[in-house]
């Protein structure tokens, strides 16, 4: 799959201890930065150092877009995180300054963005996604610590009056102390900022684990996290798979909390360990299968522009997207029509080039993606998109936008998260039974409606069991609104005021008077 280059010229760089080409697309540069960075032997960030893992060991990572490797990482063990622990506990502090917390974190706000081009190329390398797709995470990262900087020092209790006379009852939000974040491939750096941004302004200290397949950035952001002034162990950065690493930090009594991002599956073995262990408190940020609902009074040409991307971004692997469609049989044939047509325009390829979609994370995700394909089509669903192969390039995980239809919710394309360029229609003609339709799924993630009726939008937006309604449009975000999911969707709600609550806990202090 990987043995041609043509098209691409190479830059020789010296990977740890050895040389390799990275092969670049005609025309395309790499910032110095990013060439000095991906030469770099990578190390745990552990108290403030940079530190070799104890067990020697590490992991190769490869660029998706071409299979090759791209660097070597750390593969921390159960002796790491201990280490990580350790320094973390060393460093927290419950009275250290709520402002200089701030100040802490908007100077890292500032440092990412400085920084936006050799972020958003190590993300393109190690991801694959489209370089201004990558950009836009990396200012999205730096919008999140800018938001939690304005809360850090506006953590505040509260005073209750209580029945009794003579007492004074007040309550303060306290932070939990060593906290675990553990981030997925799909969007690297911005999860990883939706986690440390909350947990540092809430006075935590914090070890982060980046996904393996994707922790070139989270590394990079250890140095500016360095730069910024952060003090030693406040945030330490392990690198490894999901076991020995992940589990080795759902596993430790030092740790009071896991917050997670991931798949359904892994979350479930969070909240296994955390009761076995010390029942430290976890939040969970898990899979979706979110339904987009079009009305016969939907405003169309909006749906139209907003279909593609709600349907393929990132080449499908983002939790939020509408990969069920449900439309009114009246329109049916048009909306079908334009997404495919839109679909087949979509152009693929080497993120460096920033093309619309880029590959999917790994051989694995790609034979999983491929799986479902196969079974969809053994299941009796209708494939629409998929099997025009000529925009797909030859080497690398591309598959294309691929549309099912169907009429049976029993489908395991219908019910199970694929988290690839695929995504399945329906056609609906009674309005009163689209909730049920929408709400047969164990996961509650998002969800959208389209129709010019503002009362049948709401009327639906409650029934709906997600943590997200978007109406008339699709993928809104903002770090001042909470976002998380119903039934296995997740545990805890991330962004906004919210995520204080997942930081923090609450002491209430009585006084006689
Ligand atoms: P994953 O669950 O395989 O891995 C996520 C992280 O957990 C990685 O860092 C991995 O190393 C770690 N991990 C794996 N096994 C572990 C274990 N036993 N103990 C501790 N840690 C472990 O998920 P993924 O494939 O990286 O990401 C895709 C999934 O993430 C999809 O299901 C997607 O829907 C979900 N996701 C959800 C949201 C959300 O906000 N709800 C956002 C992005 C992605």
Redesign the pocket.
């Known amino acids: 799959m990987f043995s041609q280059y043509n098209n691409f010229k190479a830059a020789s760089i010296r990977l740890s201890h050895f040389f390799t080409m990275i092969a670049l697309p005609d025309n395309i540069q790499l910032l110095p930065a990013t060439l000095d960075f991906l030469s770099k032997e990578h190390r745990l960030f552990i108290g403030g150092a940079w530190v070799a893992p104890l067990n020697g060991k590490t992991l190769p990572v490869e660029n998706p877009a071409n299979g090759q490797l791209i660097a070597q990482i750390p593969l921390a063990d159960a002796r790491d995180v201990d280490a990580a622990v350790i320094a973390a506990q060393k460093a927290f502090d419950p009275d250290f300054s709520p402002s200089k917390r701030a100040r802490l974190l908007w100077t890292l706000a500032d440092l990412i963005r400085q920084h936006v081009q050799e972020l958003a190329e190590l993300e393109t390398l190690d991801n694959g996604k489209p370089i201004d797709q990558a950009k836009a995470d990396v200012l999205g990262a730096a919008q999140h610590f800018r938001y939690y900087a304005g809360w850090a020092d506006k953590i505040e209790g509260h005073t209750i009056p209580v029945s009794a006379k003579n007492r004074l009852v007040y309550t303060r939000r306290e932070p939990l102390g060593v906290v675990g974040l553990?981030?997925?491939?799909?969007?690297p750096l911005l999860?990883a900022a939706w986690k440390l941004a909350p947990a540092l302004a809430c006075g935590n200290s914090v070890i982060l684990?980046?996904?393996?397949q994707t922790s070139l950035t989270a590394l990079r952001l250890g140095e500016l996290i360095a730069a910024a002034g952060f003090p030693p162990g406040m945030v330490n950065i392990v690198t490894g798979?999901?076991?020995p690493t992940?589990?080795a930090?759902?596993r430790h009594p030092g740790i009071a909390k896991i917050g997670?991002?991931?798949?359904?599956?892994?979350g479930k073995?969070?909240m296994e360990?955390a009761a076995q262990s010390n029942l430290k408190r976890v939040s969970l940020?898990?899979?979706?299968k979110s339904p987009n609902i079009i009305f016969e009074d939907a405003p169309l040409e909006a749906v139209q522009r907003s279909l593609t991307w709600s349907s393929f971004y990132n080449s499908g692997q983002e939790?939020t997207l509408g990969s069920r469609i449900y439309i009114h049989n009246t329109l049916f044939d048009q909306v079908v029509d334009g997404l495919a047509a839109a679909g087949q325009q979509l152009r693929l390829g080497n993120g460096l080039l920033n093309p619309d979609l880029g590959p999917l994370i790994s051989q694995q995700q790609y034979r999983r993606v491929q799986g479902y394909i196969d079974q969809g089509l053994a299941e009796g669903a209708t494939r629409i998109l998929g099997e025009r192969q000529d925009q797909v390039p030859e080497e690398g995980y591309f598959l294309p936008p691929t549309i099912f239809r169907h009429q049976n919710e029993e489908l395991s394309i219908v019910q199970e998260?694929i988290?690839g360029p695929v995504v399945v229609v329906s056609a609906f003609e009674d309005p009163e039974s689209i909730a049920a339709r929408a709400n047969h799924s164990a996961y509650g993630?998002a969800a959208a409606i389209w129709t010019k009726d503002i009362s049948k939008a709401h009327r639906l937006a409650h029934q709906l069991q997600a943590g997200t309604v978007w109406i008339n449009g699709y993928d809104m975000f903002d770090p001042a609104v909470p976002f998380g999911?119903y039934k296995e969707?997740?545990i805890g709600r991330e962004m906004g005021k919210s995520a204080l609550d997942l930081y923090t806990q609450e002491k209430a202090i009585w006084v006689a008077l």
């Open positions: 553990i981030v997925p491939w799909n969007f999860m684990k980046p996904a393996e798979p999901g076991i992940g589990e930090m759902t997670f991002t991931g798949s359904t599956a892994v073995k969070i360990a940020e898990l899979g979706g939790c998260e988290f993630l999911g969707s997740g």
